[in-house]
């Protein structure tokens, strides 16, 4: 994924790592097949994707949101497609990183809330995903809810801290961030969905109903 460093690698080997040279670093459906793409242009391929490849989960580890109190949590137009690209295609579900602007403080609310990814990561109907390290506890530079709206978000955790994955040249290290906590959430979603075909004849879920599954 040129320039954007070994990003993409890291979250790419958190979905499907083999771990074949290191097993800590294997992913959470590493049986999964997966197509790799710079930021948003995985969510305009969607409907291509979902015809010709039966695509269902997208990882969306990116933000745009400038760094400023006024701008965090705002559904805008690039929620709203999202949005209605997923009543569209309600087999399909995305999952966006809720962002690392915890450490903020954006009044009225408590230190390090109201600080949300904006555009398309606080669509509605997504997945938005916070950051926890091994104990459960929240990551201080996750962000955290509400969005500009009231809604509560983000609407899960994944274990984003520390975490092992592949980048290049047959290496592994660690990275922390929503970024990184994302793709296990999702992979977790492909297990899902893969259960589900297995119990109803092949038959695939809406994604509202795994993302039910899912925030149980």
């Known amino acids: 994924l040129a320039g ?4 993409g690698d890291h979250n790419s080997g958190l979905i499907v790592g083999a771990g074949k040279l290191n097993s800590a670093g294997e992913g959470s459906a590493n049986s999964a097949s997966l197509y790799t793409a710079q930021v ?3 969510l ?3 409907p291509s994707f979902f015809n010709s490849y039966g695509m269902l989960v997208t990882n969306n580890s990116y933000g745009y949101t400038p760094a400023t109190c006024s701008a965090f949590g705002v559904y805008n137009v690039y929620s709203s497609y999202v949005d209605a690209q997923l009543r569209s295609y309600p087999k399909v579900l995305h999952f966006f990183a809720a ?3 915890g450490s903020m403080s954006c009044a009225p609310y408590p230190s390090g809330f109201g600080s949300l990814e904006s555009y398309f990561n606080i669509a509605k109907n997504a997945v938005m995903v916070g950051n926890v390290n091994n104990a459960d506890s929240l990551y201080s530079t996750s962000s955290k809810g509400p969005a500009a709206d009231g809604r509560i978000k983000p609407d899960i ?3 984003g801290t520390g975490v092992l994955s592949t980048i290049p040249n047959n290496s592994y290290t660690t990275k922390t961030g929503t970024s990184h906590s994302t793709p296990g959430v999702m992979g977790a979603s492909m297990l899902l969905y893969e259960r589900y075909k297995q119990l109803h004849h092949d038959s695939l ?8 599954a899912l925030l149980l």
């Open 99 to 101: 962002a690392n602007n």
């Open 40 to 42: 948003y242009s995985i």
């Open 205 to 212: 879920p809406d994604g509202e109903f795994i993302k039910s």
């Open 44 to 46: 305009d391929s969607t």
């Open 157 to 159: 955790v994944g274990l």
């Open 4 to 7: 954007f460093g070994n990003h």
